[in-house]
């Protein structure tokens, strides 16, 4: 099976900018940059055979996924339980104390306690009960046609977990690296699971960085 499922985060929001936890979807609009880096993706991708190109239901990964999809000859498949980690109660706040904040819970899940959740929002499994049916379609799609690759247009937070809680990805790794946007991480189905070829700009194999590594901003 040569097709591989690419988890995109999206292009720069206005809520990026301005450092605004923004989970609850339809959500802030790409900058003028974040459709910039959707339009250099379609470049980025280009002679990879892309069978689907699937978007959580925020705007910004709609807007991110449309020019790839355009640029197939496919429509962008939006999907319910794509959409970014819910924060809960600090929705709509914005600053590196909120930031830092929500990262306490959300770093919890990959220190083997998913079931911690921010004050009003979702735990770890929370996440992955609506995520992974859209990932166990993928593979259904990825067996049906093994020479094509499915494209998700989703977010940071969630791909960070969701990537590790499927496959061989390094829970600290994942933990301390930065996914920027319209970067992604290359998943490979095999046997019970999945291998990560690639997070972002690092290619496998995925060292675990030293203990004093800092933690990568959560969204």
Known sequence: MNGRLLLVRHGQSE????MRLDSLPPGAPLTEDGQAQARALVDT???IPVAAVLASRALRAQQTAAPLAAGLGLDVDVRDGLQETFVGDLEG???WPVLEEYDRAYGQWFAGSPEVAPPGGESGHDVLARYLPVVEDVRRLLEADPERSVVVVSHGAAIRWVATSVSDLPATFAMTTHLANTEFAVLAPVEGGWVCERFGAHLAPLEVPDEDAPVAPPV
């Open 15 to 18: 809520a990026n900018v301005a």
């Open 45 to 47: 991708l280009r002679g």
């Open 93 to 95: 706040q914005a600053g």
